[in-house]
């Protein structure tokens, strides 16, 4: 009888953002907080990300969070973030999917009225408030990464497309800022391959002419993520709006504005002068999602002027499967699972 191995999942999607929530079907991971066991399974056992991001289980514009029991008591669960550049430390739009499917799912008790509480991420606590109403959850309100800007309004040559000039901001991971209309965008639906194609080779860029280094993290890799920002419009006293596009891997958009790229958005507003504490950007995706940012406070750190925000959207639950891995399938590659799937052989 051939080998399988089952995984509990809670499919759900923030913004158009698919995040394939791991419940069930893994064992304890080694490590004294949730970013060590991050690094674990980064290091040690990536076969799960790869698994459920790759044909046949998966694409690559999904996303993958596996719950965890937190490390830090303050906290209800932890979550470890898989995507297909690999293990982003934070991320808005996956917080915001764990947790609406941890409320979904009995792990944190659903109440009605604004229900707070803490997950563990591996960039640490994460604050979450969550809105029930008749039993659903309506939106969900997570604390955004610290975001800055490292490098305001640089320019560079990029084969191809000439001078490009952008900001740099970090928000979770360093993310390049540039005018969409100045690029030649409208931001609508049909330029999204255009978009992908722009993005990469302007990513491609910086990577070959500079690092950037986070002033307690250090090194944190080549820069992965542009962020498109369409032009922005006052809609009312201390509420913005603005057309985004995030790229984060090749050939891949984000269905939503991401949550790490409105938080760099904040924090370049801010920098620009643009926005005061309690003022909140709507960012509209290409498909007409949004998100909001608050912009909190701002606090000077080494040096930095870091933007302390919060993100508010909503997730909507798309299905609740066991995943039955086949060890035999061609097509399926189950080395790197064993060592961490519980033991669920037929």
């Known amino acids: 009888m051939s080998e399988t191995l089952k995984i509990k999942l809670m499919d759900t999607h923030a913004g158009g953002d698919v995040s394939r929530i791991v419940f069930a079907g893994i064992d304890r991971l080694p490590g004294d907080t949730v970013r060590q066991q991050m690094e674990y399974l980064r290091d040690d056992a990536d076969g799960l990300r790869r698994l459920l991001l790759n044909e046949p289980y998966g694409i690559p514009e999904m996303s993958v969070d596996l719950i965890v029991p937190a490390c830090d008591p ?72 610290p975001s800055y800007i490292d ?54 860029a910086l990577q070959a002419e500079r690092g950037f280094s986070h002033y307690t993290l250090g090194d ?58 309690g003022d909140r950007l709507e960012t509209v995706s290409l498909r007409g999602s949004g998100f909001i940012g608050e912009f909190i406070e701002v606090n000077n750190v080494d040096g930095h002027q870091v933007v302390d925000n919060t993100i508010t959207g909503k997730s909507y639950v798309l299905a609740h499967s066991e995943t039955v891995v086949n060890c035999d399938d061609p097509m399926v590659d189950c080395a790197g699972l064993h060592h961490i799937l519980t033991d669920s052989h037929e």
């Open 220 to 277: 944190v890799g080549p820069l992965p993520f542009l962020h498109f920002m369409g032009p922005v419009e006052q809609v009312s006293d201390h509420f913005y709006r603005s057309r985004s596009a995030t790229y984060v891997h090749p050939g891949v958009i984000c269905r939503s504005t991401t949550g790490t790229g409105t938080s760099a958005r904040l924090a370049l507003m801010h920098h620009e002068g643009m926005i005061s504490p």
């Open 74 to 145: 303050e906290a209800e669960v932890g979550y470890i973030i898989m995507e297909v550049m690999g293990y982003p430390i934070y991320s808005g739009s996956n917080t915001l999917c764990t947790a609406t499917a941890v409320l979904e799912s009995g792990l944190v008790e659903k109440r009605e009225g604004l229900r707070s509480f803490k997950m563990e991420s591996p960039a640490g606590l994460v604050n979450i408030e969550a809105r029930v109403r008749d039993g659903v959850v309506e939106s969900v309100t997570c604390g955004g990464l």
């Open 151 to 204: 490098s305001y309004r640089h320019r560079i040559h990029v084969p191809n497309l000439g001078d490009v000039t952008y900001s740099v901001a970090y928000s979770g991971g360093f993310y390049a800022l540039v005018d969409a209309a100045a690029l030649g965008f409208d931001l609508t639906l049909d330029e999204e391959r255009d978009l992908a194609r722009c993005a990469e080779a302007i990513v491609a």
